[in-house]
């Protein structure tokens, strides 16, 4: 399938799909979804005959500091039966950074979303594990935000005893 | 290791790592067993985090080139090239033939070095240690290689946007074949030694699963998903560079064990010495870069003799590759599977953002319902199959 019928697909498919073609995506599939429409248009895009995109091959986001809405969070798609690749945007505005969880959709998404909290303080309504993955728990902001400095220092913390603040998560509870 | 206050029943909590001197990576495995049995375990990951996105968004793009090759450091012209052609693509340029031929080549010895390096140590770390060493020599006849090619070992930085660094040494061919015959000799011994060895194979089979529907749910790409028998490559897929004019195949495997992922990475390898071989053969003559001054680099002479070296240089140093708004994502096949990059320029010079989609990253993501009912001592066979690595891993 041909990048335009892909988008024309996804277009009817999936209500509220705004299709993003042009010089800006370079010849790929992308389109942008209003948050709204969140598990349930994956799902279909994950399930449908004609899109089958089994596999959620990445997911991030893109802090534009200065756009309203702020937040971008991308989802990379890929079909490993029909062989194609969708680009899926959700705009997130800077006052709500809350997006539905993917996590029961496909399991990749929940490691991933874990990292796009950490790096970018968005939050994923409905994820089941929810910590920061790549800094630790006391870390303070959220690094790849446009507007935390590069060579920002980060406070000291002391030594975690593992009898009173265990490391398992299901006893810990930390965020 | 220490049991936790008011552990439940019989089941002992452990920590084993961040530094365990039986996993080659720095990373924490929070178990909860039964015995020897384990019931639950959680992964945490991020020693090894570097802020390679961050650091990336703070220069040139040309600058991202060596943060790039520390990502994999076991195979770092892949993610040299991987991320050549994601910017390339954004920047709307094609490298000349030749050095599409070259990046294949010094690609495919990397996907050899990731490979050798992977097997060797699993083998390695179940007590097969003469194999693991075989397998470093073999290893080391293709750094030579990239020594030849690159002038480095390990971080090469070869690639630059438009083009390669350097060309391939005059008797590139010659000590390709030289090194590819050892390679192939090591490996026969190493097939030999492990592939049906009682010990060995025992350790390996049945161990690891993971369902094909799972996999893919999952993100598993690359030899993890091959070896359930799903023929997903990249390079066959969506053929970049030279691909679809070389002759290879994709090994598969049926079960999705540990001991599959071990054979088709074993198969594998002989498909990358027959593609450095094709590739060798048919290696045009011609530039190995191109020669816009909007992205690449002019040569020195120019620099020195000419004011508009001269300040073509400057501007390109100083002010970066101006490349038009946009945004892409291009994968490649990397050592572990699917490496993309999905970049945004907002037309300044400097990448606005950088994104590496880590193979191993959602690797890791499923190593706890790979492992979960299984043995203790089969944490390190499957982590070595799974080869994470740290840099790629935890960005």
Known sequence: MTVEALLDRVAALV????????????????????????????????????????????????????????FEVVYQLYSVSLNHRLRVKVPVPEDDPVVPTAAAVW????????????????RFAGHPDLRRILMYPEFEGHPLRKDYPVDKRQPLVPERDPITRPWYPHRSGAA | MAGAEGAAGDVMEIQMGPSHPASHGTIKFNLRLDGETIVDVEVEIGYLHRGFEKMCEQGTWNHCFPYADRLNYASPILNNVGFALAVEKLAGVTVPERCQYIRVIGGEISRLTDHLTCLGMAANELGAISAGFYMLEAREFLYDLVEAMTGARLTVTYCRLGGVMKDLPADMEERTAAALKQVRRILADCDRLLSRNRIFYDRMVGIGKLSRADSISYGLTGPLLRATGVPYDVRKAEPYLVYDRIDFSVPTGTSGDNYDRFMVRMAEMEQSMRIIEQALANLPEGPIAITDPRYFLPPKQEVYGSIEGLMNHFKLVIEGQKIPPGEVYVATEGGNGELGFYLVSDGSGRPYRVRVRPPSFYGMGAVGEMLRGHMLADIIPTFGQINMIGGECDH
Do not use: C
Not at chain 1, 33 to 46: K, N, S
């Open chain 1, 107 to 122: 399991k990749s998404a929940n490691w991933a979303e874990r990292e796009v909290w950490d790096m970018f303080g968005i």
């Open chain 1, 15 to 70: 209500p509220g799909a705004t299709p993003l073609g042009g010089e800006a995506a370079r010849g790929q599939a992308v389109i942008v979804l209003e948050r709204r429409a969140l598990p349930a248009a994956l799902e279909t895009l994950r399930d449908h005959p004609e899109t089958r995109f089994e596999m959620l091959s990445d997911l991030t986001a893109a802090d534009y500091l200065g756009r309203t809405p702020r």
